[in-house]
């Protein structure tokens, strides 16, 4: 069973910066895109950011700009880099795998924005 590990999250003024990493326990086979999801509490979970496996990448209107989607093929390692926080991206950061066996989620990493 592959797990994936979410770190980086953390309490950060307006204005500053975190890099959000996912690293899979294992390589995982044939995925079709990666992912970072976004729940804030009393809202619906969103899509913040996207890699398919080709490497084109897609943003939420809200976040682009300022977040960057990257990964690390050689150590199984998915990245977020978040500058110009803004206290709105306060909110439970969730890494997903989608493969075309399975959907992988990580655990949740906690990014909160003070004003």
């Known amino acids: 069973q592959v797990q994936l590990v979410e770190s980086g999250g953390g309490l950060v003024q307006a204005g500053g910066s975190l890099r959000l990493s996912c690293a899979a326990s294992?390589?995982?086979?044939?995925?079709?895109?990666m992912g970072w999801y976004r729940q804030a509490p009393g809202k619906q979970r969103e899509l913040v950011a996207s890699i398919t496996s080709g490497g084109n990448t897609n943003y939420v209107d809200s976040v682009k700009g300022r977040f960057t989607i990257s990964r690390d093929n050689a150590k199984n390692t998915l990245y977020l880099q978040m500058n110009t926080l803004k206290p709105e991206d306060t909110a439970v950061y969730y890494c997903?795998?989608?493969?075309?066996?399975?959907?992988?989620w990580g655990q949740g990493t906690q990014v909160t924005v003070s004003s």
């Open positions: 294992r390589t995982i086979a044939s995925i079709i895109t």
């Open positions: 997903n795998v989608r493969s075309i066996r399975h959907d992988y």
